[in-house]
C-alpha cells in the first residue's frame, strides 16, 4: 500500500520569496513516480513536475523543483520566487511504474498556500 | 488546443436518478482516468482505462461504472446515485507517467 503524507495544512510565505512545501511518502513499490499538483481556488487541477524514483537529478520546471531524498522518502516541491498566482491548494501524489502493476495513483490531503503581497 | 472536456460543470440531481458525465480529449491520449475529491481526502481514482475497451478499478469505483468505446471519449455513469456520491469529479489523461491533463471539473450534487 501507498502512502502520502502532506504535514504542512496551511503555509503563508511573502511575495518573491522561496517557499517549500513537505511531502513524505510510503511504498514497498522499487519504482515509482512523485508529482505534484496545483488547485487554484478555480478548481481546475493543473500538473507542475514530475519525479522518478531512478531519476538522479531533482526534477526543475520553472520557478517549481521538486527536492527528492530518496533515503528519506521525501518528495518536497519548492517555489522560488513566489507569485500572487501562486495562492492555491497544492498535492503531492505517487504511483508504482513497474511494468505489469495497476496504475492507481495515491493523492495527499494537499497544503494550502498563501502568498502575501 | 490540448483539452480534455467534461460535462456537465455542475450537475444536481436526485437519488436513485441515473446520470452520465462525460469526458473527451483531443489528444489522442490511450490512457483516461476518473476521480473524485472530497474535502480533506485529496484525490481518489475511481476508474481508469489504458485504452480502448480496456478498464480497470481505481481505488473507489463502487456505485460507478465506465466504458471505452473509443479513444477520445471516457464517460462515468452512476446507475443509481447516492448523497454519498455528492463529489467533485475529474476526468485526466496522461502522456508520460503523470496525469498531466484534467477537465474542468463536475461539482455532482446528489440530494
Known amino acids: 500500500a501507498q502512502k502520502i503524507t502532506q504535514t504542512q495544512p496551511g503555509m503563508f510565505v511573502q511575495e518573491k520569496e522561496a517557499v517549500t512545501l513537505d511531502c513524505t511518502y510510503d511504498t514497498s513499490d522499487q519504482s515509482y513516480g512523485l508529482f505534484w499538483y496545483k488547485q487554484p481556488s478555480s478548481g481546475e487541477m493543473i500538473f507542475l513536475i514530475y519525479q522518478g524514483s531512478y531519476d538522479e537529478q531533482n526534477a526543475t520546471e520553472g520557478r517549481y523543483s521538486l527536492n527528492f531524498q530518496k533515503a528519506r522518502k521525501s518528495a518536497n516541491l519548492v517555489i522560488s520566487a513566489s507569485q500572487l498566482g501562486d495562492s492555491a491548494m497544492y498535492f503531492c501524489a505517487m504511483t508504482p511504474t513497474s511494468s505489469g502493476g495497476s496504475y492507481i495513483p495515491t493523492f495527499g490531503r494537499g497544503t494550502s498556500l498563501i502568498v502575501h503581497p | 488546443e490540448a483539452q480534455v472536456t467534461q460535462n456537465p460543470r455542475y450537475l444536481i440531481t436526485v437519488t436513485g436518478k441515473k446520470l452520465t458525465v462525460t469526458c473527451s480529449q483531443n489528444?489522442?491520449?490511450?490512457?483516461m482516468s476518473w476521480y473524485r475529491q472530497d474535502p480533506g481526502l485529496g484525490l481518489r481514482q475511481i476508474y481508469y482505462?489504458?485504452?480502448?475497451?480496456?478498464?480497470d478499478k481505481g481505488d473507489v469505483p463502487e456505485g460507478y461504472k465506465v466504458s471505452r468505446k473509443e479513444k477520445r471519449n471516457f464517460p462515468l455513469i452512476l446507475e443509481s446515485p447516492s448523497p454519498n456520491q455528492t463529489s467533485l469529479y475529474f476526468c485526466a489523461t496522461k502522456t508520460g507517467m503523470a496525469e498531466a491533463f484534467f477537465g474542468q471539473g463536475t461539482r455532482l450534487t446528489v440530494v
Open positions: 489528444m489522442n491520449h490511450e490512457y
Open positions: 482505462s489504458m485504452n480502448v475497451e480496456v478498464t
